[in-house]
């Protein structure tokens, strides 16, 4: 089964495509877990027109996908890259965790569930700065 794989992946444009599936199938499955341990729920926060949760999303969006861009640029094949980007997102949801810890003066996610744009910007810009971070050891 790897040999056909390997042989996919040697074509440039069916590897782009393997690399992207990949990453999107990826994203939902994260974007998941990460539904699961917040006090609200994206989509339909999202659907009422809360900016702070769009901007929090965002944030796990772009730092997931800069995880799996690290992951991929710096890995030989689609299986490590997938098990450095999964990694990547542990220690993305792991600062998520630390990040609500550290700020005992209020909820991150009730702040957030209330619209406060100001812990919605800096909800996303952690999540998009750590990713850098991240993904910088991903490709040690």
């Given at each position: 089964?790897?040999?056909?794989?390997d042989?996919?992946?040697?074509?440039?444009?069916?590897?782009?495509?393997?690399?992207?599936?990949?990453?999107?199938?990826?994203?939902?499955?994260?974007l998941?877990?990460?539904?699961?341990?917040?006090?609200?729920?994206?989509?339909?926060?999202?659907?009422?027109?809360?900016?702070s949760?769009?901007?929090?999303?965002?944030?796990?969006?772009?730092?997931?996908?800069?995880?799996?861009?690290?992951?991929?640029?710096?890995?030989?094949?689609?299986?490590?890259?997938?098990?450095w980007?999964?990694?990547?997102?542990?220690?993305?949801?792991?600062?998520y965790?630390?990040?609500?810890?550290?700020?005992p003066?209020?909820?991150?996610?009730?702040?957030?569930?209330?619209?406060?744009?100001?812990?919605?910007?800096?909800?996303?810009?952690?999540?998009?700065?750590?990713?850098?971070?991240?993904?910088?050891t991903?490709?040690?």
């Open positions: 089964m790897s040999n056909e794989v042989n996919l992946l040697s074509n440039p444009y069916a590897a782009s495509l393997v690399y992207v599936s990949v990453t999107v199938l990826s994203l939902i499955v994260f998941s877990c990460f539904e699961l341990v917040t006090r609200y729920k994206c989509w339909s926060e999202i659907k009422k027109g809360n900016v949760v769009a901007m929090a999303t965002s944030g796990k969006i772009f730092g997931i996908c800069n995880i799996f861009r690290f992951s991929i640029e710096s890995n030989d094949s689609v299986y490590q890259s997938l098990i980007g999964a990694f990547g997102f542990v220690i993305l949801m792991a600062a965790f630390l990040f609500e810890f550290l700020t003066v209020f909820r991150i996610d009730d702040e957030i569930a209330r619209d406060n744009r100001a812990v919605g910007l800096i909800a996303m810009i952690i999540s998009v700065s750590l990713s850098y971070v991240i993904g910088a991903v490709i040690l």
